[in-house]
């Protein structure tokens, strides 16, 4: 996702750099930290003890929103861009045959699960925002991704 949110950004804004390939983001953070790199893009949990120490900056944040993790922090909308929306998210799956009484029954179980305080609490402290939705809500997502990230990847230019 960090490679997608960079390209995205590159064919917004008409912008050129050079693209290294690290292999993960632990190489990553090492790259930007040891200045072989002057930019990253990433999630804010394996960069926020770094941005704690004042080693790193950020500069926006790619979420259609302010995280509460960093409020200062201006999103990339603010910023000028208007629609750029990167959050990542993650999501549960069943087979396509499962019956819809289960899937609404795990879907009501794991969004009361993660808006619990307890698991509330530790996933905004890694800086992600808690939402929860439907089963519906989800299929159109992932369509909507997959139509983006589609023309993302199309137009990427070596």
Known sequence: MPYLATELFLQETGTRMVHI????????VIGILSGETQLLFNSTAP??????AGRLRPIAVTAPKRLDLY????????????????KVWFAAFAPAQT???????????????IHS???????????????GGTPEELARLVKTDFARWSRVIKNIKD
């Open 21 to 28: 390939g690290y292999k993960g983001g632990g190489p990553a």
């Open 47 to 52: 960069l926020r003890p770094h941005v704690v």
């Open 71 to 86: 409020p200062e922090v201006p999103t990339l909308i603010e910023s000028g861009l208007p629609g750029f929306d990167t």
């Open 99 to 113: 019956p819809k009484e289960l899937v609404q029954k795990l879907n009501e179980d794991m969004v009361k699960a």
């Open 117 to 131: 305080p307890a698991v509330r609490n530790n996933l905004e402290q890694q800086g992600n925002t808690v939402e």
